[in-house]
T-cell receptor
């Protein structure tokens, strides 16, 4: 079983829609959770991180962790065409990072 | 800072040839990671270094792969001999220090082995 599982999509939404991206993870000991954004032919860039359970908000982005169900979510409000990218969830444990396979998002103007 | 620098950006080689990928991490970062990304397998950790010392190479697929970090500002990933299934994008990333969840990726090297 992989440490992190993610639906690869693709996900296509109209501009202004609310986007929900999700991952599940296998090890209940994981404490640090991250979302990376990767534009085409670029390296991933850290978008948000959360520690343990709860929500974290940054502008139009909200990261949520539900440790009881081992579920990680990223919500994007008022989605923009510039949000079109692949989003990867990740967990951090003892200096190693485990990534989901990524969900490709397309926001149509 | 210029960020993580990788070279070359693209590499096309024939099966059996030796390939060397290069990485310069962000100055002051203690950790360096090598990843491989494919459509089928996503982003996979190959090896990581702490203060130039290899810590975990369990992700290196075969003995054909080797990585070195001779100093704090330079690392190489070598494939010898290369095979078509090695075709992928190889990323280098660096991280500030122990317990840091922040990781900064380079632009990647797109390797094609024919």
């Amino acid at each position: 079983q992989k440490e992190v599982e993610q639906d690869p999509g693709p996900l296509s939404v109209p501009e202004g829609a609310i986007v929900s991206l999700n991952c599940t993870y296998s090890n209940s000991a994981f404490q640090y959770f991250m979302w990376y954004r990767q534009y085409s032919r670029k390296g991933p860039e850290l978008l948000m991180y959360t520690y343990s359970s709860g929500n974290k908000e940054d502008g139009r982005f909200t990261a949520q962790v539900d440790k009881s169900s081992k579920y990680i979510s990223l919500f994007i409000r008022d989605s923009q065409p510039s949000d079109s990218a692949t989003y990867l969830c990740a967990v951090y444990n003892f200096n190693k990072f485990y990534f989901g396979s990524g969900t490709k998002l397309n926001v149509k103007p | 800072d210029a960020g993580v620098i990788q070279s070359p950006r693209h590499e096309v080689t024939e099966m059996g040839q030796e390939v060397t990928l290069r990485c310069k991490p962000i100055s002051g970062h203690d950790y360096l990671f090598w990843y491989r990304q494919t459509m089928m397998r996503g982003l996979e950790l190959l090896i990581y270094f702490n203060n130039n010392v290899p810590i975990d190479d369990s992700g290196m697929p075969e003995d054909r792969f080797s990585a070195k970090m001779p100093n704090a500002s330079f690392s190489t990933l070598k494939i010898q001999p290369s095979e078509p299934r090695d075709s992928a994008v190889y990323f280098c990333a660096s991280s500030p220090g122990t317990g840091s969840y922040e990781q900064y990726f380079g632009p990647g090297t797109r390797l094609t082995v024919t």
